[in-house]
């Protein structure tokens, strides 16, 4: 099956830094990625969605002057959580999508970043 | 707005034993329904899928029937085995392609030998 890895997977930072992470697609092109965050006992939350090239897509209530998302390449995203704080304390997981045939449109999800703000 | 609801856990089996894990879900149209399943360590994996009512899903002995009536679709599995041990999610996109997914809070299962 498809691959995702997500950088770094766990990262502790200062509150007022900002903290960059990484989704790569490492076997095949993703013309979609999405970032989700999940806070404990709770669901996954989709924050926003962006297609390779142009600016992403954000949900209702996530501040994208906050979140910096960044689809460069095929196979990378970032997201960047500028002037952390500890309410940004959370597990970011990302998905990727491919227009490879066979994928069905499925999304392949990477195995996530905890970040924790001091 | 689309919801899905599932059982808390955790839930903990012996090897064999019969498995459920109740999903039901609120959403305006006809949406795909799918399960997740995250092992320690790793991403979340599609387990199996439903795109239509009455239309059963099924991977590695899991079962799942997307029942229009009483919006449901609840996992399950005859005998389960220590190497089930993982979280399960369920979740729904109005899209079949599974765009905007809506996920559950997760239910972690734990299998004893």
């Known amino acids: 099956g498809a691959v995702v890895s997500q950088h770094p997977s766990w990262v502790i930072c200062k509150s007022g830094t900002s903290v960059k992470i990484e989704c790569r697609s490492l076997?095949?092109?993703?013309?979609?990625m999405f970032w989700y965050r999940q806070f404990p006992k709770q669901s996954l939350m989709l924050m926003a969605t962006?297609?390779?090239?142009?600016?992403?897509?954000?949900e209702q209530g996530v501040e994208k002057d906050k979140f910096l998302i960044n689809h460069a390449s095929l196979t990378l995203s970032t997201l960047t959580v500028t002037s952390a704080h500890p309410e940004d304390s959370s597990f970011y997981i990302c998905?990727?999508?491919?227009?490879?045939?066979?994928?069905?449109?499925?999304?392949?999800f990477g195995p996530g970043t905890r970040l924790t703000v001091l | 707005g689309n919801s899905v609801t599932q059982m808390e856990g955790p839930v903990t089996l012996s090897e064999e034993a019969f498995l459920t894990i109740n999903c039901t879900y609120t959403?305006?149209?006809?949406?795909?329904l799918f399960w997740y399943v995250q092992y320690p360590g790793e991403g979340l994996q599609l387990l199996l899928k439903?795109?239509?009512?009455?239309d059963k899903g099924s991977n590695k002995g899991f079962e799942a029937t997307y029942r229009k009536e009483t919006t449901s679709f609840h996992l399950e599995k005859g005998s389960v085995q220590v190497s089930d041990s993982a979280v399960y999610f369920c979740?729904?996109?109005?899209?079949?392609?599974?765009?905007?997914?809506?996920f559950g809070k997760g239910t972690k299962l734990t299998v004893n030998p």
């Open positions: 998905s990727a999508r491919g227009f490879a045939s066979g994928f069905n449109n499925e999304q392949f």
């Open positions: 076997d095949f092109q993703a013309t979609t």
């Open positions: 962006s297609n390779e090239g142009s600016k992403a897509t954000y």
């Open positions: 959403a305006t149209g006809y949406p795909s």
């Open positions: 439903a795109t239509k009512a009455d």
């Open positions: 979740a729904l996109s109005d899209w079949g392609g599974s765009e905007k997914l809506v």
